[in-house]
């Protein structure tokens, strides 16, 4: 589960609860005590105000449990002082997922924006309200940092402000639509720019990303270190001279899956559920058995029976179980060329096809794995096969311009294990790296394009298991 839904689904119970007290406390206070001054009338907190005064504590409640109170502490002192940072680490991703946590940011102030100004006159200013929001948002910040339950981020400030002006836009407007008793085309405009500029930076976003032949890779940093006071070394030959390598495009298959199942193996489909891209079908044979059948969005998929419960087979690579294996791959037909049967355990049999990606034209790569019970019937199928269409050739930097964005600080920190904290990770004035090496291997962009990228490796401040990887397309 999001973690965002879990936090909202263990804290609205509670607020909700709280919120309800304080209206039944409003409820008294109307029926014992504010009738009867009305009628004297004394001065008296109005009613109104009181509800909006609790719905302002209530939501107060809620923003604090979200962002301190039902958190842990798993973060020591962090920060992250790199503005927009979410934004371009979202954009080398492309995806919704890492954008959320700036679109909670967001809505989670606009309420703020809209309460202020109707709970305090002096607040209806736009700079004593930016004021009192930017100093609540540092408030959570400074709260995250020391008590661990998160990390100190300018996007968290950023996007918290925005939200809280988006929310004072949407008072100005209700304001006005009060005021003159309809929607006027100046106040709507103003009030509602700031959610149409993030709307038209979306499409135009979305348009240019379309239009781009190739991906983005989540491996570019959106910053930059510096290196002015590291000492970095190689002992290697940097060739400097332009070269060339291969893309490709992965293709799915996953489509077909369900058809060839109901073909070969006579299996119908009984329901199916979907999450995030990936699907989980439930499919029967005309026995009744039932299997479960898991199509990734990455193309592979898997076929177990449910409640086939393992039993070993003893049996030679002569045996009966193995003719049976290589009838059923040649049944199936899902082997998209020769492969080795490189593994052989009593009843589970796999296949492989090595990653062989420097050639100029189509290839397969991974493994296929096959179950089967004593009888020879089929229990599982694990299929994580890759075709590659290759798509052109494509200008590389070369070894010597790669040790150049090092030296220039263009390269990502990656967390090599579990043991490493942040501060291991971080470069710092004093620090040692040789680098020791470089290999060109491919990895998958957000458009599944195969493409190149360099893995350094280096020895850093005596670490020899140091590593990055930059991308070697040559802008």
Known sequence: MNIYYYLIEFSIIPIMAFVGFEFICIALYYFCYYRKQKLEEKPLIHIKKLIWIALFIGYLALVLNLTIISRGSSHHMEMNLHLFSG???????????????????????????????????????????????????LFIETCQLFTGAGIFELDDLFNNTVGGVIGYQFYRLYTSIIQHKKVRMK????????????????????????????GNLSINSYYKWDMKDVHMTTSMQLNSVPTMAPVYKKVNHSDEVEGLLHRKLGLSALNTTAKEGDREILLEDKSGSQYTLFLSTHGNWNLTENNYTHQQAALTKQGPLRQKAMVIMDNLD?????????TEEGDQFQWSLSDTPHINKDYWSGDLSLGLKKD???????????????????????????????KKGEFPLIKRNAILTPDMLVIKKGDKLEVTGMELTFMYDTKEFYQPVYRVSGIFNGDSNWYTLIQAQRN
Not at 115 to 137: A, D, E, G, H, Q
Not at 193 to 214: C, D, H, N, R, W
């Open 187 to 214: 106040s709507l405009i103003g009030s509602l720019s700031i959610p149409l500029l993030m709307v038209f930076l979306f499409v135009g976003i979305t348009i240019a990303y379309s239009k781009q032949e190739f």
């Open 334 to 342: 899902i082997l998209p060329q020769k492969a080795d049967l490189i």
């Open 87 to 137: 934004y371009v680490e979202a954009w080398n991703s492309y995806s919704y997922r890492k954008l959320q946590p700036s679109i909670y940011n967001i809505l989670m102030l606009i309420p703020m924006g809209i309460l202020l100004p109707i709970l305090s006159r002096k607040l209806t200013t736009f700079k004593w309200l930016i004021i009192v929001i930017l100093s609540f948002t």
């Open 376 to 406: 020879g019937s089929i229990y599982s199928v694990s299929y994580e096969l890759q075709e590659h269409h290759f798509i052109r050739e494509m200008d590389i930097l070369s070894p010597k311009d790669v040790y150049e964005r090092i």
